[in-house]
């Protein structure tokens, strides 16, 4: 059973930036890939990044590339994601997640676990 656990959220101003972390407690044995979805008030989950279990293949949403970074040290079972020059349209609970499938696409269903969410708050 893998469990999630997200860290690093926080309140920034606009322009700003912040690291989430993501500690899995995943088997090397398994080569989950792992991916960073958010969701809004009052809008549904999106996704936002996406990245194989050899770090060689990422995937981000249009909203977000060119600032977002997705990266993982398997060694301490640990996925970022850095996210620089942020919006206010950025503020939402943005949530890790893992599952077995080789393209880290932004299909939800292909992600069989999912932390609990860690909250950033972007100011204007």
């Known amino acids: 059973q893998v469990q999630l656990v997200e860290s690093g959220g926080g309140l920034v101003q606009d322009g700003g930036s912040l690291r989430l972390s993501c500690a899995t407690s995943?088997?090397?044995?398994?080569?989950?890939?792992m991916g960073w979805f958010r969701q809004a008030p009052g809008k549904e989950r999106e996704f936002v990044a996406g990245?194989?279990?050899?770090?060689?293949?990422?995937n981000y949403a249009d909203s977000v590339k060119g600032r977002f970074t997705i990266s993982r040290d398997n060694a301490k079972n640990t996925v970022y994601l850095q996210m620089d020059s942020l919006k206010p349209e950025d503020t939402a609970v943005y949530y890790c997640?893992?599952?077995?499938?080789?393209?880290?696409?932004?299909?939800?269903?292909?992600?069989?676990?999912w932390g609990q969410g860690t909250q950033v708050t972007v100011s204007s």
């Open positions: 997640a893992a599952g077995l499938t080789y393209y880290p696409g932004s299909y939800q269903g292909a992600y069989t676990y």
């Open positions: 995943a088997r090397t044995d398994r080569s989950y890939t």
């Open positions: 990245i194989s279990w050899s770090g060689g293949t990422t």
